[in-house]
């Protein structure tokens, strides 16, 4: 509990020391091992930290040699996170209203920022995928799928596949005006949800076929859950 206090108050400060305490959060907050931490981190008041730095990634000089893709992946990580460790079933429901409901203050501007994000990374895969079929075109090497996944992950997806699986989580479990909200922005901006949908499938195909590991199989089956209900 202590350490999550501490990181909290690093990430409050506009030191060089916030890029390290986001790394260490995102590590802190992911996975099974991570639930009590979302849990904890809710509890004080973390989320009146993150989500500042979700709204508006700091200027460089501020951010102490940290690529804005770096602080917005870690961002979003947590954010993720906090929606995957925060559920019903962890006892946690109290936690996850408090979360959800972010969504909705100040007419929905956090649902804009996600699908702001969404553009952006959804464009930085597309120039990915178009430089990969041109070196593919050219090299006599062939790279295997799983050396091209792990390309386009490095190259925006790993980020995507986080901003858009908040995007099914919060329209599925989040008030109906959220769902609404999104669905106006893409349709403004020209994008659609099958894109999200094919997204987030994709992610959900590639967490693996491993039969010893329940956990990413109940995983793979609610993100496709999410997929159906979208």
């Known amino acids: 509990g202590e350490g999550l206090q501490l990181m909290n108050l690093m990430l409050r400060e506009k030191k060089k020391s916030r890029s390290g305490a986001l790394r260490v ?7 099974n091992d ?3 931490n ?35 992946e870690h961002v979003i990580s947590i ?3 906090l929606l995957k460790n925060c559920t019903v079933g962890n006892g946690a429901s109290k936690q ?7 969504f909705t203050e100040n007419d929905h501007e956090k649902v804009d920022r996600l699908l702001e994000l969404h553009m952006k990374y959804y464009r930085k895969v597309e120039d990915s995928d178009a430089r990969l079929q041109k070196e593919l075109k050219r090299s006599k090497e ?20 986080f901003v858009d699986y908040i995007i099914l989580e919060i329209c599925s479990c989040g008030a109906s005006t959220v ?11 020209g994008g659609t949800l099958k894109t999200v949908r094919d997204v987030v499938r994709e992610y959900a195909g590639n967490l693996g ?22």
Do not use: W
Request: charged content about 35%; aromatic content about 6%.
């Open 179 to 189: 769902k609404h909200r999104v669905l106006q922005i893409l349709n403004l901006r």
């Open 25 to 31: 959060l995102d590590h802190a907050l992911t996975g």
């Open 142 to 161: 062939e790279l295997s799928d799983e050396e091209i996944y792990v390309r386009r992950l490095t190259d925006g997806l790993f980020v995507l596949q």
């Open 209 to 230: 076929d491993d039969e010893d590991d329940p956990t990413k199989k109940l995983e793979q089956e609610y993100l496709l859950s999410l997929v159906d209900k979208f």
């Open 96 to 102: 996850r209203d408090r979360l959800l409901s972010k």
């Open 79 to 81: 954010i993720a996170s």
């Open 38 to 72: 979302c849990v904890k981190f809710i509890e004080i008041l973390g989320l009146r930290t993150i989500f500042p730095l979700f709204m508006k990634t700091p200027k460089k000089s501020k951010r102490a040699g940290v690529s804005t893709d770096e602080h917005e």
């Open 34 to 36: 991570g639930v009590q």
